[in-house]
């Protein structure tokens, strides 16, 4: 063959490796840079809560391995295995200030605050404050705690 075939061939290799190079790179920005913050949707308002009765965090726990722990939320309340958090929880798969619960407007939110393991409301991942309601299962860790109102 011509020495001209080879020399065409190595930069079209050349060509294609650095495109796969470039693909790669782009892919891997992808995944790896912070999600959009997601558009507010106008909700219907939410019911006022029953007098009385205030917001509360419950452990979800099997009854004879664990006693059921519970908290009442009021301000801002830090969650994580910090002693200093409102509610300390004992994981070691929960950061030090995992979480934050907090009311606005009569309405609970849970924020993540940089959590390596992340902080799940009923089963999905939350990149952005997310609205509480009844019955909700926030998981930490492996510590699932279930918010009542």
């Given at each position: 063959?011509?020495?001209?075939?080879?020399?065409?061939?190595?930069?079209?290799?050349?060509?294609?490796?650095?495109?796969?190079?470039?693909?790669?790179?782009?892919?891997?920005?992808?995944?790896?840079?912070?999600?959009?913050?997601?558009?507010?949707?106008?909700?219907?308002?939410a019911k006022a809560p029953r007098s009385g009765?205030?917001?509360?965090?419950?452990?979800?726990?099997?009854?004879?391995?664990?006693?059921?722990?519970?908290?009442?939320?009021?301000?801002?309340?830090?969650?994580?295995?910090?002693?200093?958090?409102?509610?300390?929880?004992?994981?070691?798969?929960?950061?030090?200030?995992?979480?934050?619960?907090?009311?606005?407007?009569?309405?609970?939110?849970?924020?993540?605050l940089g959590s390596t393991n992340g902080t799940?409301?009923?089963?999905?991942?939350?990149?952005?404050?997310?609205?509480?309601?009844?019955?909700?299962?926030?998981?930490?860790?492996?510590?699932?705690?279930?918010?009542?109102?």
């Amino acid at each position: 063959m011509p020495e001209i075939v080879y020399v065409t061939l190595r930069f079209l290799f050349l060509a294609l490796l650095m495109l796969f190079v470039f693909l790669v790179a782009r892919t891997v920005y992808r995944e790896l840079r912070p999600a959009p913050p997601r558009p507010a949707v106008p909700r219907a308002p939410a019911k006022a809560p029953r007098s009385g009765r205030k917001a509360r965090l419950v452990i979800a726990g099997d009854a004879g391995r664990r006693k059921q722990l519970s908290w009442e939320l009021e301000g801002d309340v830090i969650i994580g295995r910090s002693p200093e958090c409102a509610v300390s929880v004992d994981d070691e798969f929960a950061s030090n200030l995992h979480s934050k619960i907090y009311q606005t407007e009569g309405r609970f939110y849970v924020e993540d605050l940089g959590s390596t393991n992340g902080t799940y409301v009923n089963g999905r991942r939350i990149h952005y404050p997310t609205e509480l309601r009844s019955g909700d299962r926030v998981k930490i860790g492996r510590t699932e705690m279930e918010f009542r109102r």
